[in-house]
């Protein structure tokens, strides 16, 4: 049962401590996005990878957030400093997106990230 | 800016009796669109979702319209059972996928 793979699935830490989540995308898939669930956003695209080159960034706060693919079965965001408005849900997703029209992303389970 | 809206943030249905979830969007140029359904604590899961060239899709209980014209898909679900509660989203995708605010469906037993 292929599934999209995210740790840690609950973090805590001090503000200004640097923040590391993780994604495993279902092999085979070749894009990934991050999102951000908030509850005036919803789910709030933050970046959005196509066969690992970065396709769009533009929903992160640039100052403090990247997010990298290092290879094909690894995407990574990472925060830092963390402030306490970073508290969210982060959800990995990925697909197989052939152009445009029928493409289903698979979620992960999300990384619950509270900073105090 | 929003481009997809879900201006219902919430919606109770009694058991048995149909749920219609709304949605609008802003871009025409979107070509498919989707129903995700979240449960608390666990990622959204893919409900149903529906190309541009159609205006209806059924899976079981539920069906997916969209109205192009408007701007406006909604997902009926006929019978609603209480374990159909949980949060809705709604996407729109291009490529990249957009998605709504949510609503949360309780259906009372």
């Known amino acids: 049962d292929a599934r999209v793979t995210q740790t840690p699935r609950h973090k805590v830490t001090e503000m200004g401590q640097e923040v590391t989540m993780r994604c495993q995308p279902i092999?085979?898939?070749?894009?990934v996005f991050w999102y951000r669930q908030t509850m005036m956003q919803g789910l709030e695209l933050l970046a959005y990878?196509?066969?690992?080159?970065?396709?769009?960034d533009s929903g992160m706060p640039k100052d403090r957030f990247s997010a990298e693919m290092p290879d094909a079965t690894l995407a990574t965001l990472k925060i830092q400093p963390s402030e306490p408005r970073d508290s969210a849900v982060y959800f990995c997703?990925?697909?197989?997106?052939?152009?445009?029209?029928?493409?289903?992303?698979?979620f992960g389970a999300g990384s619950r990230l509270t900073v105090l | 800016d929003q481009q997809v809206k879900q201006n219902s943030p919430s919606l109770s249905v009694q058991e048995g009796r149909i749920s219609i979830l709304n949605c609008d969007y802003t871009?025409?140029?979107?070509?498919?669109f989707l129903w995700y359904k979240k449960y608390p604590a666990e990622g959204p899961t893919f409900l149903i979702s529906?190309?541009?060239?159609?205006d209806k899709n059924e899976d079981g209980r539920f069906t997916v319209f969209l109205n192009k014209s408007a701007k406006h898909l909604s997902l009926h679900i006929v019978p609603s059972q209480p374990g159909d509660s949980a949060v809705y989203f709604c996407?729109?995708?291009?490529?990249?996928?957009?998605f709504g605010t949510g609503t949360s469906l309780t259906v009372i037993p």
């Open positions: 996407a729109a995708s291009r490529n990249q996928f957009y």
């Open positions: 997703a990925s697909g197989l997106v052939l152009g445009t029209g029928a493409n289903v992303l698979t």
């Open positions: 990878f196509r066969n690992r080159a970065p396709l769009d």
């Open positions: 092999l085979g898939h070749n894009t």
């Open positions: 871009n025409s140029m979107f070509d498919y």
């Open positions: 529906i190309s541009s060239i159609k």
